[in-house]
């Protein structure tokens, strides 16, 4: 979702007393895979390091990110168009899904996705389990 429509969505529920966090990224797993969290949770992980293993993470996973972001945003249109919008059209949606993504992956990331992938390095780097959520640290 855009802006506005994280927005109008955040109101129309804030609208009938449902209190609403909104994350930066597309989901709470984002917070988890950012280069600022794997460095602060393992500081013997540079943040040019943590970020490298992310970048790298999202790449492998780049075809499972656009299809998600792809099947998000037809169900999304689809829905639209059973109060009225305009039929979804997946040639329009997967173009523009797959142009986001190559000028802003690391936006584009969905934690979920991204987690496992990052989780592997960072356990090979570490030569040991890596736990993304350690009782100490507090996401902002």
Known sequence: MDLSEVA???????GIGIKVF????????SYFV???????VYPEVTLEQASAFLEE?????????????INTRHMR????????????NAGAI???CHSEFDQAPLVSL????VEKAIK????????GEYRPMRREYCIK
């Open 8 to 14: 109008t969505y955040k109101e129309s529920l804030e």
């Open 22 to 29: 909104v994350t930066e990224g597309n989901d709470a797993e």
């Open 34 to 40: 950012s280069k600022e969290h794997v460095n602060s």
């Open 57 to 69: 993470s999202v790449n492998e996973r780049r075809s499972k990110i656009i299809e998600k972001m």
């Open 77 to 88: 249109q689809l829905h639209a168009s059973y109060s009225g919008g305009n039929k979804p």
């Open 94 to 96: 997967s173009t523009m």
């Open 110 to 113: 969905h934690g979920k996705i």
């Open 120 to 127: 592997n390095k960072l356990q090979g780097h570490l030569g």
